[in-house]
């Protein structure tokens, strides 16, 4: 089977690794791989302490896709000989305030009711666990078998993978969708080459929409939500591990990683496609983490960047058959792309090679969009 993937964030790049590695011809479109919203993200694996109310089959999803990780990771690392700073040592949740405490309480209730346990901390065993925040700090929760991977090592293993395994990279643009006979039938590059294939998968983020060629309906709206980051780097411990923070109602994450580097981020946005990064988005990420860490104004500056996310109107992933055959769409993972590679893998190339949606992926096809209106 010959299959085109427009899109070469993560979920595109594991795709192309999986269906190629099942004896698929893929070819992958892009022409910048993992510089979209892979690049600027943190690569927080926290399906438990990303949790909010109402995302129950969300939450499904990234245990399943947690659940994955390690031997995804082993194996992706084996082939390639490439590091992808994969750890699963927790992430801790902390308040600032008793009104975040409150909030972090009925969470923990909410998810023991979900069947997920998530250890309550007092101040002081934060603190004990990372000895660096602030004395203020209240009380949080422990999500133990959380973690982190670190994108911008994760998106050039996933290439070498898919390259290993026969992918072709094209590094152009993607301009259109061919359409004939009421079915996709391949893309059309921003150089007039047409590629032909059985099969086209969407994974572009918030441009999957924007192709010549897609009949009305056949994707739906996923706009790009901006995130500001802040890399710093420290000379001396600092943190043990990935910290989550809640400073009266404002959600805040720090993500170290072994080199010394710490991501601090991330600013949520409804801005269109502007990826300017802002004063004012940095003053609050730091104010933020000041009161958590007192001692992030001393670390090194390094970085700032802007990415956008893909929302899809509900703020879950998309994937499987587009109303138009032969086209399928992998695309909407909002804040949860890196956490959801493995499993989105899965389910798209069981979606691309067999035509089957497996059980995991059934609340997230596009055909929900259909059943709302």
Known sequence: MEIVIVGAGVVG????????ARGAAVTLVD??????????????????????????????????SRERYGAFVAELEELTGLDTAYRADGIVQVAFDSGDLGYLD?????????????????????????????????????????GSIDPRRLAPALLAAAEKRGTR???????????????????????????????VLLAAGPWSGDLDGLPPGAVPAVRPVKGQVIRLRTRVPFLRRCVRGL?????IYLVPRADGEIVLGATQEELGFDTQVTAG???????????????????????????????SPDNA??????????????TGHFRNGILLTPVSADILTDVLLDGTVPDVGLPFTPARFEEQR
């Open 31 to 64: 022409p910048a791989p993992g510089s979209a919203a892979t690049a600027v993200a943190a690569g927080m694996l926290n399906p438990v302490s990303e949790l909010t109310y109402g995302e129950e089959p969300l939450l499904r999803l990234g245990l399943a």
């Open 169 to 199: 990279l094209v590094r152009r643009r993607a301009e259109g969708v061919l359409v004939e006979r009421d079915a996709a039938v391949g893309v059309r590059l921003d150089d007039g080459t047409e590629l032909r294939a059985d099969r």
């Open 13 to 20: 790049l594991a795709t192309a690794w999986r269906a190629a």
């Open 281 to 311: 988005g940095l003053w609050e990420l730091l104010r933020d983490a000041r009161e958590l860490l007192p001692g992030i104004t001393e670390l090194d500056f390094v970085e700032v960047s802007a990415g956008l996310r893909p929302g």
């Open 247 to 251: 400073v009266q109602g404002s959600s």
């Open 106 to 146: 009925d969470l923990r209730r909410f998810q023991e009711s979900l069947g997920v346990p998530a250890a309550p901390l007092t101040g002081r065993e934060c603190r004990e666990l990372e000895p660096m925040l602030a004395p203020g700090v209240r009380g949080g929760l422990l999500a133990p078998e959380d």
């Open 317 to 330: 992933p998309v994937m499987g058959p587009s109303p138009l055959p032969g086209l399928v769409l992998g």
